[in-house]
């Protein structure tokens, strides 16, 4: 079994920054790719950001330049740094995770980032 636990969201001024952490615990293996999701309120949940276990990254249009996700494998953590955020980055942001790029079900169970104008 595998656990996800999100925190780090918060209600932020337009232009402000916050950092989301996403804390792994149980079959750990099983995580060698972990992504963030964003759901705006009656919207689909999207994509925002993805790391593989090297490293490599790949982000939404709508974040690149303003978003960085990175990941402390001794710590089993995962981050996802926002910056410049802007009204439309409001939503309920999930961590996911999974052996590959296209298998990945494991979910937290999502945190709460509200920006203000």
């Known amino acids: 079994q595998v656990q996800l636990v999100e925190s780090g969201g918060g209600l932020v001024q337009a232009g402000g920054s916050l950092r989301l952490s996403c804390a792994s615990s149980g079959d750990i293996f099983r995580l060698k790719v972990m992504a963030w999701y964003r759901q705006p309120p009656g919207k689909q949940r999207d994509q925002v950001a993805i790391?593989?276990?090297?490293?490599?990254?790949t982000y939404a249009d709508s974040v690149k330049g303003r978003f960085t996700i990175s990941r402390d494998n001794d710590k089993n953590m995962v981050y996802l740094q926002m910056n410049s955020l802007k009204p439309e980055d409001t939503g309920v942001y999930y961590c996911?995770?999974?052996?590959?790029?296209?298998?990945?079900?494991?979910w937290g169970q999502g945190t709460q980032v509200t920006v203000s104008s």
């Open positions: 790391i593989a276990g090297g490293g490599s990254t």
């Open positions: 996911n995770g999974g052996p590959t790029w296209l298998t990945r079900p494991y």
